[in-house]
């Protein structure tokens, strides 16, 4: 069975850092692009950026607005996809998904939510 | 960056009906459309990919229709379980977009 479990989120001040991971398990890891959704509640989806398998070309896409705070990394030796963002602002409150594939999102975490307020 | 426009924005109907979603592509993305379900409190969940390919597991009472610029999801025989949000995605191009989802409510 496939599973995805973000951790990470919690309570940050505008300005600071937050690392979310996600844990993956039931698929091989290594073979599949992985991508980041976040939703404000009650809201639309919106796509953070997606992280290609090391065999196609490991490379990353952001959506333009979050290019240079937002960066997508994986440990494909563990298994685990992360998201690393900086300069946190009030509109990045949002619960974040990680999602199997980089075009087709196959297979959602439950979430964890971000909340950046003073 | 393609603008994804659905409608309704909600709509209700009983148990059995027949209910239409209609996903309005800012420009032709061919076939690459997806649909998700959000049910509440939960993540979203993949109905449907290019357009109109069942994902595995997924009822046969939901179907997804369209090329180009215009998409529809198709629910015949609506049933409770179906209460959620329904989202259109395209990914002809980068940076993938949702559009602004249909919240389905069942009389």
């Given at each position: ?28 890891f290594g073979k599949v692009w992985m991508s980041w ?75 964890t939510l971000v909340t950046v307020s003073s | 960056d ?106």
């Open positions: 069975e496939v599973q995805l479990v973000e951790s990470g989120g919690g309570l940050v001040k505008p300005g600071g850092s937050l690392r979310l991971s996600c844990a993956v398990s039931g698929f091989n959704v976040r939703q404000v509640p009650g809201k639309g989806l919106e796509w953070i950026g997606r992280l290609k398998r090391e065999s196609y070309d490991g490379t990353e896409d952001y959506a333009a607005p979050l290019k240079g705070r937002f960066t997508l990394s994986r440990d494909d030796s563990k298994d685990i996809l992360y998201l690393q963002m900086s300069s946190l602002q009030t509109e990045d409150t949002a619960v974040y998904y990680c999602v199997t594939g980089g075009n087709t999102l196959g297979n959602w975490g439950p979430g | 393609i603008q994804m426009t659905q409608s309704p924005s909600s709509l209700s109907a009983s148990v059995g009906d027949r209910v239409t979603i209609t996903c309005q592509a800012s420009q032709d993305i061919r076939n690459y459309l997806n649909w998700y379900q959000q049910k509440p409190g939960k993540a979203p969940k993949l109905l449907i990919f290019d357009a109109s390919n069942l994902e595995t597991g997924v009822p046969p009472r939901f179907s997804g229709g369209g090329s180009g610029t215009h998409f529809t999801l198709t629910i015949t025989s609506l049933k409770p379980e179906d209460l959620a949000t329904y989202f259109c995605q395209q990914y002809d191009n980068l940076p993938l977009t949702f559009g602004g989802g249909t919240k389905v409510e069942v009389k």
